[in-house]
């Protein structure tokens, strides 16, 4: 699957996002190298720590099947804001453990597209090697 591909699907599972607070909706399409994809979108809540972000879902969805970072060939998130949005301090502490370093991200708002990686998001991560034992 292309790039242009893998956003296509993005923005199919952005239709399912629920953002009633916010208005600000994002989808994710994580394809693995096995030709398998998931989808995922952002679900607000009222209380907002229980919100979860369309990446997350999406790459939360390929770990509960068994995938594993090594198993994940890239990501695309798009979302409907006048700029491309990135993932969030979150999101990207999750994707820093849960993708390899190298795995390409796209980025896109339908009017511009990005690629880029974890370790350019996040350089200088928090990791298992950091934790004592």
């Known amino acids: ?12 599972a ?11 909706h994002v989808g994710a399409c994580v394809l693995c190298k096995d030709g398998t994809t998931f989808y995922g979108a952002n679900i607000e809540n009222a209380s907002y720590g229980g919100t979860n972000c369309g990446e997350r879902s999406a790459i939360f969805a390929a770990y ?21 949005g990135t993932p969030c ?10 993708l390899e370093q190298g795995t390409p991200i796209i980025l896109s708002n339908g009017k511009e597209v990005m690629e880029t990686n974890i370790h350019k998001l996040l350089p200088f991560q928090f990791s298992s090697e950091d934790l004592n034992g």
């Open 1 to 12: 699957m292309s790039h242009e591909e893998l956003i296509k699907e993005a923005f199919k």
């Open 64 to 84: 509960s099947r068994g995938y594993r970072k090594e198993d994940i060939e890239a990501i695309a998130i798009v979302s409907d804001g006048n700029r491309i």
């Open 89 to 98: 301090g979150i999101c990207r502490q999750v994707l820093s453990e849960l």
């Open 14 to 24: 952005m239709d399912n996002a629920y953002a009633p607070y916010s208005n600000y």
